[in-house]
Nanobody, 125 residues
Framework: VQLQAFGGGLVQPGDSLRLSCAASGFTLKIYTIGWFRQVPGKEREQVSCITVGETLTYYARSVKGRFTGSRDDATNMVYLQMHSLKPEDTAVYYC???????????????????WGQGTQVTVSS
């Protein structure tokens, strides 16, 4: 199981950015996917997740209304579209996967056990 997040970069406040997560070595469609972020010295924060079959998506309060998660099981790709970025969104973003949860389970806080390399997002003027 391998996950690789990419698409980060340096953007200005108010800009948009789309992160991608490529999955390999496993069948993505049976995994619940989560997006997390971490700032050095702070706890990791889960910002979004999407259940199997793209049935449900959940968002942390800090990003709700600005971030949208999606998945394309046919291509083993997961996406996090981020709009109206703020300096406080600056972090390393990770995608993670966990198997064994249904399409209608709240995927925030699940025990994600497959993690990929992160991608840095910096929001600064």
């Amino acid at each position: 199981v391998q996950l690789q997040a990419f698409g980060g970069g340096l953007v200005q406040p108010g800009d948009s950015l789309r992160l991608s997560c490529a999955a390999s070595g496993f069948t993505l469609k049976i995994y619940t996917i989560g997006w997390f972020r971490q700032v050095p010295g702070k706890e990791r924060e889960q910002v979004s997740c999407i259940t199997v079959g793209e049935t449900l998506t959940y968002y942390a309060r800090s990003v709700k209304g600005r971030f949208t998660g999606s998945r394309d099981d046919a291509t083993n790709m997961v996406y996090l579209q981020m709009h109206s970025l703020k300096p406080e969104d600056t972090a390393v973003y990770y995608c993670a996967a966990v198997r064994g949860y249904g399409s209608r389970v709240n995927c925030l806080g699940l025990p994600y056990n497959n993690w990929g390399q992160g991608t840095q997002v910096t929001v600064s003027s």
